[in-house]
């Protein structure tokens, strides 16, 4: 499968199992979890994430971050408005081959 990018603001996004979504310069930018499970780890931090439904996480890196499925999940990315526009972050989607 193909990598898609985009200018994220506020929005829903389903992964598959396994899929990877890259998001980079998305500091402040919150995920939240509504279904399913992910891993998140942020570059420059120490620890990982994993969010469970219902579990919000507030990046804290302007390099990459990256989010994988560990099954079927829905996320909600939500950019926090900033003074002069609103924040956006460039995200890519693509599966991981296994």
Do not use: Y
Request: glycine letters at 12%; one cysteine or more.
């Amino acid at each position: 499968m193909g990598v898609v990018k985009v200018e994220i603001d506020n929005m829903a996004i389903e992964l598959e199992p396994a899929q990877l979504l890259h998001l980079k310069g998305a500091a402040g930018v919150r995920i939240l979890c509504r279904s399913g499970t992910v891993w998140v780890t942020q570059e420059g931090v120490l620890r990982d994430d994993f969010l469970r439904p219902g579990e919000v996480l507030t990046l804290c890196t302007r390099g990459v971050t990256l989010v994988q499925a560990l099954g079927r999940t829905l996320l909600s990315i939500e950019a926090r408005p900033r003074i002069g526009g609103t924040a956006t972050a460039t995200l890519s989607v693509a599966s991981i081959a296994g």
